[in-house]
């Protein structure tokens, strides 16, 4: 709510126009969304082999597990939360077995975020050899002022080669429906995924910097080698870092132009969508233009002051025409779809929090097939959702929502 929400200064006219070249090909959604991203100074779209999308917990657990077993040189863990549960010892333990193979064992955790996972014994980490930091630690950082943003982004990179990425953190209810049930809940749902190739290169790059920044220590990695076009047989896609550390609004930027050019169909998915008026008009917009704009949550989420500001926005979006849908179990999946020429599937929601203040990481897919494996993960998942019906509000709940929308920074 006060003080400065970047950590880098902003970009002169001359500097910024120097990523402005335009980029080849047809005036299409993908060339708008890569010219923009170089205004922004993000790093080209670059190419990957391999996506698997994961269609479940037990599928993203797997893959995380072959992940790390498969490393021969380095596993670098960047998580919000990282918990002590059965999930989180696994990973523990796997971590300090390939400590005792030789291999370099990197994790970064956020600092709110490590008191959240119930307080895991870092330190036994750290005695068998595992590097592992907090992010900006609210009680211990030197960064004063800047306790308030947060590391949201969740990768896993092994050998600088393979990636993990997506909403899930490092915690029993994000992969095992075993652990939800014993709770008394019903199992969350979550999507990621995991590449191999150049853009993992990218992933690796952006790891550094929060390590960089977060344990004032630097490992030099091998810059990648980025393209516009894609080795034989290999996708594109960008990676979208977003937050503190970038002179932009990054996503925030993208989807508001994706959301304003969309012609056809937008589809969304967010565990709590609490979006600034700009926002919220460029998708009500879209919908009486026609685009077919249907939002996808979870009927009641973990965080029960978003789910009482969500609404004004999703009667403002009913009324234009845009479809909600209500799943009856906690969904935390994050992913924007746009005409099924773009999709950005990764760790930020669509509320304020995360477009402005956390560190996110998103990935632009731009090649068809993969974008629509991910569409149809999300009309899997929407098979046993209900459509949301908007009442009307007395005088004292517009009041009360009014207060929490002013404070949706904070939520």
């Known amino acids: 709510m006060f003080g400065r929400r970047k950590v880098v200064s902003s970009r002169p006219v001359a500097e910024r126009n120097q990523f402005s070249t335009r980029i080849p090909g047809a005036d299409t959604l993908v060339s708008r969304t890569q010219q923009l991203a170089a205004t922004m100074a993000l790093p080209a779209a670059s ?27 380095t596993v670098d863990l960047c998580t919000f939360v990282f918990a002590h549960d059965g999930i989180g010892d696994e990973i523990a333990q796997s971590l300090k077995r390939r400590v005792r193979d030789g291999i370099r064992v990197r994790l970064l955790v956020d600092g709110v975020g490590a008191y959240l996972g ?3 014994d870092f330190s ?60 008394g809940r019903l199992p969350w749902i979550d999507l990621s995924f995991d590449l191999q190739g150049a853009l993992a290169q990218q992933a690796q790059q952006q790891f550094e910097q929060d390590w960089k920044f977060a344990s004032r220590d ?25 937050g503190p550390d970038q002179v ?47 939002l996808l949550m979870p009927k009641k989420s ?24 209500f799943l009856p179990r906690m969904i935390h999946a994050k992913a924007v ?41 999300i009309e899997r998942q929407q098979d046993g959702a209900v459509a949301y019906q908007a009442r009307p509000v007395g005088l004292w709940r517009e009041i009360a929502e009014g207060l929490l929308i002013w404070l949706a920074f904070q939520l």
Not at 342 to 362: K, P, V
């Open 118 to 120: 119930g307080h895991p």
């Open 47 to 73: 190419s990957y082999h391999s996506l698997n999308v994961h269609e479940d917990g037990a599928q993203a657990l797997q893959a995380l597990r072959d992940m790390i077993d498969g490393a021969t040189h």
């Open 248 to 294: 932009d609004d990054t996503l925030y930027t993208l989807l508001l132009s994706g959301f304003f050019v969309s012609r056809r169909r937008i589809m969304a998915v967010t565990p709590y969508f609490v979006p600034d008026p700009t926002l919220l008009m460029s998708l009500t917009l879209a919908a009486r233009r026609g685009v077919a704009v249907d």
């Open 302 to 325: 973990n965080h029960r002051l978003a789910d009482l500001a969500r609404h004004r926005a999703l009667r403002e979006l009913t009324a234009a025409g845009a479809r909600v849908w």
């Open 124 to 183: 036994s980490l750290r005695a068998e050899g595992v590097q592992v930091v907090l992010f900006v630690p609210p009680l211990r950082s030197s960064l004063r002022g800047r306790t308030n943003l947060r590391n949201h982004r969740k990768l896993v990179i092994a050998d600088g080669r393979w990636m993990w990425c997506g909403g899930r953190n490092l915690a029993a209810e994000y992969f095992e429906a075993d652990a939800a049930s014993r709770s």
């Open 218 to 242: 630097a490992f030099p990695v091998p810059s990648p080698a980025l393209s516009q076009a894609a080795p034989a047989g290999e996708a594109i896609g960008q990676l979208i870092a977003s």
């Open 337 to 377: 779809i746009i005409d099924e020429e773009l999709a950005l599937i990764g760790t930020a929601n669509l509320d304020e929090r995360s477009l402005f203040l956390n560190y996110e990481l998103m990935v632009a897919f731009y090649a068809t097939t993969d974008i629509q494996r991910f569409a149809q993960w």
